[in-house]
């Protein structure tokens, strides 16, 4: 597939947009829409781009935008799951393919780590 600078431009804006309007349910037709593309030419082409499909990015951003709020707040998981997008039951499912972790089990370890660092 032979992607001009005009579809490599298209691929950089839903980036952007699923950079900064995670939190809702875009689809992929609405994003094509948005950047005036065909849905089928902007699937292939982010995937052959990035190396992922555009679902796999916006659950990647999801699970980043988690891990910061599970860092920096005291939010329940409940609300931080809101907060990204996503309902307690996924947040926990797609957090513990990414990173291995429940997300309270990765906040526990990620601030016990902060805490000995800090003693050290």
């Known amino acids: 597939m ?24 875009t689809t992929q037709a609405e994003l094509a829409r948005r950047v005036n593309t065909n849905e089928s030419k902007l699937r292939k082409g982010f995937k052959l781009v990035n190396n992922i499909t555009i679902n796999e990015y916006l659950i990647g951003v999801r699970i980043e935008k988690a891990k910061e709020m599970l860092e920096t707040t005291d939010e329940p998981v409940k609300v931080v799951a809101f907060k990204v997008g996503y309902d307690v ?8 393919k990414t990173t291995g972790l429940a997300p309270m089990e990765w906040r526990k370890k990620v601030l016990g780590n902060k805490l000995l660092a800090f003693f050290l």
């Open 89 to 96: 039951s996924n947040l926990v499912k797609q957090f513990k």
């Open 2 to 25: 032979k992607l001009s600078n005009i579809d490599l431009q298209k691929i950089a804006q839903v980036k952007v947009i699923l950079e900064k309007e995670y939190k809702s349910a």
